[in-house]
C-alpha cells in the first residue's frame, strides 16, 4: 500500500484561502521600506554550512541544534540558512558594496530553516523580512530601525498588542568582562541552577540569563547586571537610542536580561513581544553588530540590523481581527458567455477591458455550461458583478450587468460604456 504524500513536519503550504493575508502583509511592508529609502536584497536558500558556522556562532542553539545540514554531490556541506543576516553579510562583502565605508540600507524576504519543535508560531521552513544596514554606527540609525517598525505595527492596528523590550550588550571587551563576573557567580551556585543552564555556562553563558527555569531564574536575581559593567561608549550610545525613542513617544521596557540567541551582537539588542500569542510572543528582534563583517574577513563595518517573523505577525493578525475586509474578494466581475459566438466576442471583449480598466480583477468563465452552473460558479467566485453575454446581448452589442451582491438591479450596458462603468463602480468603488 502506498504510503500518502505529505509535506515535512513543520513546513506548511499557505492555501489560497490564506495568500491574500501574506501579499497584504507583504505589501505592506515593501511599501513602507520604500519609504524610508531601503532597498530589497535576494540571497540564495542554501549556503556552505561554514558560513553559518562563522558567524552566528559555534555553540549557539541554531548552530548546535537547529540546522539542516547536508552534503551535495560534491561532498560539501550546505546547509538551509536558518536566518538572513549571515548570507547578507557574505553578499556584502562578495560583492563590495560595503567598501569605502559606503552606507547600505537593505531588506530581505523569504524561508528560513530551523529544526525545531514545531507548535503554534514555531515551524521548520517559517519566513522573515530583514533589515540590515551598514557602515552607520550611531544611534541614529538603530532608532530609525524601531520607528520604522512602530509605524508598522500602526498601519497594521497592533500597535497596542505590541511591547519594546530593549537591553545593550556593550563591546565585546566590556560584555567579556560582564561573562567573568557572571561564570563566577553562577559557579558558586551551580547546585541551584537547572542541567542546561550549568552546559551553558560552560559554551555560551551569557545564555543563562535566557533561561526559562523558576529556580535558576531566582538565582539570577542577585546575579551581576550587565548594565553595571557597560562601557562608556556603549552607555552614550544607548543613552542617545532612548533619548530619539523618547523624542518620537515610542514607549520601550528596558529588559536586562534580553541578550538573544546569536553570537554576533553588540550594543543595542531590542525584541517587539506580544503577549497575545502565548509562548511564542517574540514578533521581531534584531540589534547592532558592530563585530561581525570583520569577524567574516571583511573590513571593519558597523551593521546593525532586525528579522521579523511573519508567520506570527499573520497569526496576531488574524487573533486582533485586524484583516482587512477588501484583501478577500479576489474576482470584481465574472463573464458568462452562452454558446459559441458569445465566447469568441466574450474573449475579445475581456481582453479590451483588461487594457482599459487597470486594476480590475476579471474572471472569464472556463468550460462553457448552462445558466445555472455559470451562475454559481460567478457567485463562488466572490465577484461583485456578473457580466452577461447570450445571443440577444450579441446582436445589440450591450452586455447584462448583473450586481450579485444585492445593490440594485440587473441593467444592459452597451459594451463602448462598460470600460467606463466597470472603473466607476468597481476599480473606484
Ligand atoms: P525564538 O526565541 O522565538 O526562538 P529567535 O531568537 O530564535 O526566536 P530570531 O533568530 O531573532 O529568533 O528570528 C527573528 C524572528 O523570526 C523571531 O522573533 C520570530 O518572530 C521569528 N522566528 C524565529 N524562529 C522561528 C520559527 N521557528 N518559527 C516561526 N518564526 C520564527
Ligand atoms: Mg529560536
Known sequence: MSKTLQAIRGM???????????RYFEGTVAGLLDGYGYRQIRMPIVEFTDLFKRSIGEV????????????????????????????????VLEHG????????????????????????GRYRQFHQIGLEVFNL??????????????????????????????????????????????????????DQIDEDSQRRLKTNPLRVLDTKHPETQAVLVNAPKLADYLDEESRVHF??????LDAAGIPYVINPKLVRGLDYYSKTVFEWVTDKLGAQGTVCAGGRYDGLVEQMGGKPTPGVGFAMGIERLILLLETLEQVPESIARQVDVYL???GEQ????GLTLAERLRDQVPGLRLMVNAGAGSFKSQFKKADKSGALYALILGDDELAQQ??????????????????????DHLATCVVQG
Open 12 to 22: 506548511n503550504d499557505i492555501l489560497p484561502e490564506q495568500t491574500p493575508l501574506w
Open 60 to 91: 549557539t542553539d541554531i548552530v548546535e541544534k537547529e540546522m539542516y545540514t547536508f552534503e551535495d554531490r560534491n561532498g560539501d556541506s550546505l546547509t538551509l540558512r536558518p536566518e538572513g543576516t549571515a548570507a547578507c553579510v557574505r553578499a
Open 97 to 120: 558594496l560595503s567598501g569605502g565605508g559606503q552606507v547600505q540600507k537593505l531588506w530581505y524576504m523569504g524561508p528560513m530553516f530551523r529544526h525545531e519543535r514545531p507548535q503554534k
Open 137 to 190: 554606527d550611531g544611534p541614529d540609525i538603530d532608532a530609525e530601525l524601531i520607528v520604522l517598525t512602530w509605524r508598522l505595527w500602526k498601519l497594521l492596528g497592533i500597535r497596542d498588542a505590541v511591547t519594546l523590550e530593549l537591553n545593550s550588550l556593550g563591546t565585546s571587551e566590556a560584555r567579556g568582562r560582564y561573562r567573568e563576573a557572571l561564570v563566577e557567580f553562577l559557579t558558586a551556585h551551580l
Open 239 to 244: 543613552e542617545g537610542l532612548k533619548a530619539r
Open 336 to 338: 458568462c458567455a452562452f
Open 342 to 345: 458569445a465566447e469568441l466576442a
Open 398 to 419: 450591450v452586455v447584462g450587468f448583473k450586481p450579485l451582491r444585492g445593490q440594485g438591479e440587473q441593467q444592459n450596458i452597451a459594451w463602448s460604456a462598460l470600460a
